[in-house]
């Protein structure tokens, strides 16, 4: 009798840790729905920036017509991008690569960088970013703690039981902060690789020459020499 007893209580034990096991399971996949919701939210607000940020330098960079369809494709697509958390992950790559492209474009022109509208949005873009990869670092802790226990001995029994897979991790880019955030000077490469167009300021040469006189011819009368 005792031996039953034993039995039932073990049974009993192994329930109730299943329970807590079960319950654990659903609150972590609820935290990682909230935690992806969080990154959604600040997508969305970083793709609503992107028309008023195109246009504002389109009234300094008219010509740089690729770069603008360039950034508007680009965002189409990451904003159509509504599936699973790597799959909008990889439609951010290209979107990235198109408002770095953009915000070097805004970096030749001196007049464009000191327009009120455009350091606002500026601002805007880099406080979103921030916020981005703190949910994102959120998000992606979260998920990885729950995938550790769907792969753990004893979490990983009820996680077969009841269907808990694995979920996905969202890995992008650190983006605009790191590849030169809106903030951040980074013409020092794109200003002198294309800023070789500041050397015609190199024409100062030119006033050490006495009105009219050529360049003074060499050595004069010294032929011999």
Known sequence: M??????????????????VSYNRFISQ????????????????RRYDLIPNLVETVRGYASHERAVFENVTKARAAATAATGSPAEQAAAEGPFVAALRQLLAVAENYPDL?????????????????????????????NVREYNE?????????IARM???????????????????????????????AEGTAAPPAAS???????????PPPPPEGTPGA
């Open 113 to 141: 960088k000191a327009n009120q509208n455009f350091l606002a949005l500026q601002s805007e873009l880099a406080n979103t970013e921030d916020r981005l990869q703190t949910a994102r670092r959120f998000y992606n802790a």
């Open 2 to 19: 005792t031996g039953l007893w034993i039995a039932l209580g073990v049974v009993a034990l192994l329930a109730i840790l299943g329970v």
């Open 204 to 214: 100062p040469p030119s006033p050490p020459e006495p009105g009219g006189t050529p």
């Open 162 to 192: 009841f269907g808990f897979g694995l979920e996905e991790f969202f890995e992008i880019e650190d983006a605009i902060r790191e590849a030169g955030a809106p903030q951040v000077s980074f013409a020092g490469t794109g200003a002198a």
């Open 149 to 157: 226990r769907v792969g753990q001995f004893p979490s990983m029994m």
């Open 29 to 44: 996949r609820q935290m990682i729905k909230d935690a992806w919701a969080n990154i959604d939210t600040e997508l969305r």
